[in-house]
């Protein structure tokens, strides 16, 4: 048995805990074994709880926090405190609670007017009853959902179906964090209210779908991208917020520095030529062509886009969503648009040698093309188009540049805690340059510390927001005539290193000793 007197005892005296705390301890988990977070102190997250004797709650604290790789320390709270405590999760919950009950209400009147009208013979018994999808309940439900996410920076909402009740994580700077529990029974009226706005067919729940839908929330309007998909316990909804207010982006934002900027300055003023970005899904790859495509004269140029969906507005930009269905796709679009006096053209993706081939086409006969294609690397776009039956003498007078990238989480400034640059972290850095030329080595200056994330009060994960981390493949005659031998990835590699090439994880490490985001990022790349 725990000595009590050995534990501090933590007094709440009214006080809200704010959400950025709350997140690292689900509702129904604090609920259940009734433990909360209290607030952060020099790293440490602190944690109220009721009866410090309870095994079973000890090891779901020990389980949750270690998922966040947070330290924690226990205090005493009364079970008074702790029912206050759990009220500052009304901010989400206590609304879809008031929505939920309302909704419960309705469907056992619904069940009273249904026997009601049963005994008095009414055979139309059905026609009586409300199309519970678009009644308030469900209505706010969803609206809760939407304005929480918005309001606390999440990029996707996932509205997930279990065995016994619906999940609701928000993502938030490429993180998924459990908001709450919705009941089983309001599943199929939700995902229902999602489909409406989005103009999806109701009754199609065995493959998925996709939609959009617009929301004025706070006074604005934000545009949500929606996806379906069908899962084992019912369909499953994504929901990708796209904000216009965060649309103008500058290409030093995303993540570009000096001789970065540079190169991306001068392949934008090109005439014609195509460049390709590359990276996994939800790597960032059309905010920096957004940011491309902003740095560019609008005014003097006919620019033309290509999307699949249209994610934000341009002024400026001709934009135009492809459509699978009706066959206006990346191929036939493209076509298109080369009759309507194009100099700049942006396609959301080649996908298909039919694309790939009309891409490069448009480049040879003038125009500046921008695009993305889905590789590992920057190294890989060559090979890709090769794969996809490109022939290889096309492409040299027509790449100018391949940009590789991912994201990676930006260090909060009070958050950083310093390690110094030593053992195996030197030997790593070592390791990892031991083949760039020296003459470009000595370019790279590693500082005597790097950091690591700590918690703070204000930045409890010890990172806020996102940038990039870039990798750069340009074209000069020798990579010309390499091309047309269709080189391996080693062969490129090899080629372009010799000439100063640096990889994404090269970039992160200067991001790293630039102090923005932590060492830790850099372990993660390959």
């Known amino acids: 048995m725990t000595d009590l007197s050995s534990i501090p005892v933590a007094q709440l005296n009214g006080n809200r805990i704010s959400f950025d705390i709350l997140k690292f301890i689900p509702e129904d988990a604090a609920g259940y074994y009734k433990f909360i977070p209290l607030d952060f102190k020099d790293g440490v997250l602190q944690v109220g709880m009721v009866d410090p004797d309870n095994i079973e709650a000890r090891d779901a604290l020990q389980f949750i926090a270690s998922k966040s790789n947070l330290p924690f320390k226990i205090f005493l709270i009364s079970e008074e405190n702790f029912t206050e405590a759990l009220k500052s999760y009304e901010a989400l919950g206590g609304q879809v609670d008031e929505a939920l009950d309302a909704f419960a209400a309705e469907i056992e009147a619904d069940k009273k007017d249904s026997t009601e009208l049963l005994k008095d013979g009414e055979q139309k018994a059905s026609s009586k009853t409300p199309n519970i999808i678009e009644e308030a309940p469900v209505t706010k439900i969803v609206g809760v959902i939407l304005q929480h996410a918005t309001e606390g920076n999440a990029s996707d909402i996932h509205i997930e179906p279990t065995t016994e009740q619906v999940r609701v994580r928000f993502r938030v700077d490429g993180v998924l964090y459990t908001s709450l529990f919705l009941p089983k029974a309001v599943q199929e009226a939700v995902v229902a209210r999602i489909k409406i706005l989005t103009n999806m067919k109701l009754d199609e729940k065995r493959k998925p779908q996709d939609g959009r839908f617009s929301a004025k929330i706070d006074g604005r ?184 990238q991912r994201l990676v989480p930006l260090l909060c400034p009070e958050a950083r805690n310093p390690v110094p640059v030593e053992g195996s972290i030197k030997m790593m850095i070592d390791k990892q340059l031991s083949d760039l030329p020296e003459i470009f080595r000595r370019e790279i200056m590693i500082p005597d510390m790097v950091y690591e994330a700590k918690s703070t009060a204000s930045c409890p994960s010890g990172t806020k927001g996102r940038t990039a981390v870039f990798e750069f493949i340009t074209m000069d005659r020798d990579l010309e005539h390499l091309i047309l031998k269709s080189p391996s990835e080693d062969d490129i590699y090899n080629h372009v290193r010799a000439k100063g090439f640096t990889s994404m994880k090269e970039d992160a490490m200067r991001k790293a000793f630039a102090g923005q985001i932590s060492f830790t990022e850099v372990n993660k790349f390959n």
């Open 221 to 404: 309007k934000i545009d949500f991208r929606v996806s379906t998909f069908p899962t084992y316990f019912g369909e499953k909804v994504v929901l990708r917020i796209l904000d216009p207010d965060k649309k103008l982006i500058s290409l030093a934002s995303v993540g570009f520095v000096g001789e970065q900027l540079a190169q991306i300055d001068a392949v934008i003023k090109k005439p014609h030529g195509l460049v390709l970005l590359t990276g996994p899904t939800g790597s960032g790859k059309t905010t920096t062509l957004y940011a491309m495509l902003n740095a560019l004269d609008k005014e003097q140029a006919n620019v033309v886009s290509l999307e699949d969906p249209i994610e934000y507005d341009i002024a400026g930009i001709n934009q135009s969503q492809v459509q699978a269905d009706i066959n206006y796709t990346f191929a036939s679009g493209l076509r298109s648009i080369l009759r309507q006096d194009p100099d700049i053209i942006m396609v959301g993706e080649i996908r298909d040698k039919e694309t790939a081939t009309l891409a490069i086409q448009a480049s040879l006969t003038g125009h500046l093309v921008f695009s993305t294609i889905h590789t590992n690397s920057a190294i890989g776009v060559v090979p890709r188009l090769i794969d996809m039956g490109v022939d290889p003498f096309l492409i040299p007078p027509t790449l100018v540049m391949a940009i590789g």
